[in-house]
């Protein structure tokens, strides 16, 4: 272990001494070490009065020894600033965490994407999602997501099932999982499908002030963010806008007019965010050029007969109740119940719940 690792480490978790803190107080006694032994009437010229007096109770009842055993134990990884396993991106932005904790590993690809969105995601919401997360897979991309419940967890979940890599940022510590129907999900990705990781100190709940902080990792991690479905006031426009304010690409998908969850990527879009269709779209604005892995529109799904053509001429443009399949393809209603349920067995379609039905593109 480095000889300032541990100081490092405790600086970070002092609270009041954020990213931009930190760096001064770095800049201004050289080491970690420096800063954490300090005398007070020092640090009292070097602190705001409230941030001197928090941190002068921290130092006095933080074991460091204590703490870095716990760490060790849970099987979590320190990753800091300095370091040469630190990510690429995440560097680059104004207010790097300066640690970061990990449960599995890192992915070293630096193509890598966000993709967020509401926590109570419709059928529509489901479709994208899974559509552009796949092809982003297929093209070789890392899916940043914030293991939340809706479009989060759903992105990790279909990375995981198109045997991908995805990084999971939490607003808490990693052994504190939220929510925590997501903890099986969590340990699945940490097992083999990248990591989940955060800057906030081991023990620490998931507490709404620490989802900004959070989001700006997940933007921050990444070439540009990708919002499938939000309403206005969804966190994922926070996301968004840190994307925005790092320099990085911010990308939204249309949807129905009549859905609330269409109002966020709206919004975006008529401030200049990319409007998205499939993943070509990404790519084209990223400047990559290897649209030959994708699957997407260049998959097209042909009927091995007439009427299966039919009817998935009717699921070009999204989902359909079976009762309009029947009306518009004007086959018996039995007919058309048989030729879905042998469609989904062939893999041509996907049921979506309460006789809705999509390609499976």
Not at 191 to 204: K, L, N, R, T
């Given at each position: 272990?480095?000889?300032?690792?541990?100081?490092?480490?405790?600086?970070?978790?002092?609270?009041?001494?954020?990213?931009?803190?930190?760096?001064?107080?770095?800049?201004?006694?050289?080491?970690?070490?420096?800063?954490?032994?300090?005398?007070?009437?020092?640090?009292?010229?070097?602190?705001?009065?409230?941030?001197?007096?928090?941190?002068?109770?921290?130092?006095?009842?933080f074991d460091i020894e204590r703490y870095l055993d716990k760490i060790s134990k849970l099987n979590i990884?320190?990753?800091?600033?300095?370091?040469?396993?630190?990510?690429?991106?995440?560097?680059?932005?104004?207010?790097?965490?300066?640690?970061?904790?990990?449960?599995?590993?890192?992915?070293?690809?630096?193509?890598?994407?966000?993709?967020?969105?509401?926590?109570?995601?419709?059928?529509?919401?489901?479709?994208?999602?899974?559509?552009?997360?796949?092809?982003?897979?297929?093209?070789?991309?890392?899916?940043?997501?914030?293991?939340?419940?809706?479009?989060?967890?759903?992105?990790?979940?279909?990375?995981?099932?198109?045997?991908?890599?995805?990084?999971?940022?939490?607003?808490?510590?990693?052994?504190?999982i939220y929510p925590p129907e997501n903890a099986a999900l969590a340990v699945e990705i940490a097992?083999?499908?990248?990591?989940?990781?955060?800057?906030?100190?081991?023990?620490?709940q998931s507490i709404p002030g620490n989802f900004p902080a959070r989001n700006r990792i997940i933007s921050g991690l990444s070439l540009g963010v990708l919002v499938t479905e939000a309403g206005e006031d969804s966190g994922s426009l926070i996301t968004a806008g840190c994307a925005g304010e790092q320099g990085r690409e911010v990308f939204a998908v249309p949807g129905p007019i009549y859905s609330s969850y269409s109002k966020g990527p709206a919004e975006l879009i008529k401030q200049g965010a990319k409007l998205v269709m499939n993943v070509g779209d990404i790519l084209e604005e990223l400047n990559i050029s290897d649209q030959g892995s994708v699957i997407g529109d260049q998959q097209e799904i042909k009927g091995d007969s007439e009427e299966e053509q039919v009817i998935l001429d009717l699921l070009r443009n999204g989902p359909v109740h079976i009762d309009e399949i029947a009306r518009a393809s004007k086959l018996p209603a039995a007919k058309v119940g048989s030729l879905l349920s042998l469609m989904e067995i062939k893999g041509k379609i996907k049921p979506l719940g309460s006789g809705t039905y999509f390609l499976n593109r």
């Open positions: 272990m480095k000889p300032d690792l541990p100081y490092y480490i405790a600086l970070a978790a002092a609270p009041g001494i954020g990213p931009v803190r930190f760096k001064l107080l770095l800049s201004h006694f050289k080491t970690a070490e420096a800063v954490w032994k300090a005398p007070e009437k020092i640090l009292e010229k070097a602190l705001t009065p409230s941030v001197f007096k928090q941190f002068i109770e921290f130092r006095k009842r990884k320190v990753i800091t600033l300095p370091d040469e396993s630190y990510p690429k991106l995440l560097k680059e932005i104004p207010d790097p965490p300066p640690v970061l904790y990990a449960k599995g590993e890192l992915p070293t690809e630096t193509r890598s994407i966000a993709v967020v969105g509401t926590r109570k995601m419709t059928s529509y919401g489901r479709e994208v999602t899974e559509i552009l997360v796949r092809d982003l897979v297929a093209a070789g991309f890392t899916i940043i997501s914030g293991l939340a419940r809706g479009v989060d967890s759903y992105s990790h979940r279909v990375t995981i099932g198109n045997g991908g890599q995805t990084i999971a940022v939490l607003g808490g510590g990693v052994d504190v097992d083999g499908y990248g990591a989940v990781i955060s800057e906030f100190p081991v023990g620490m």
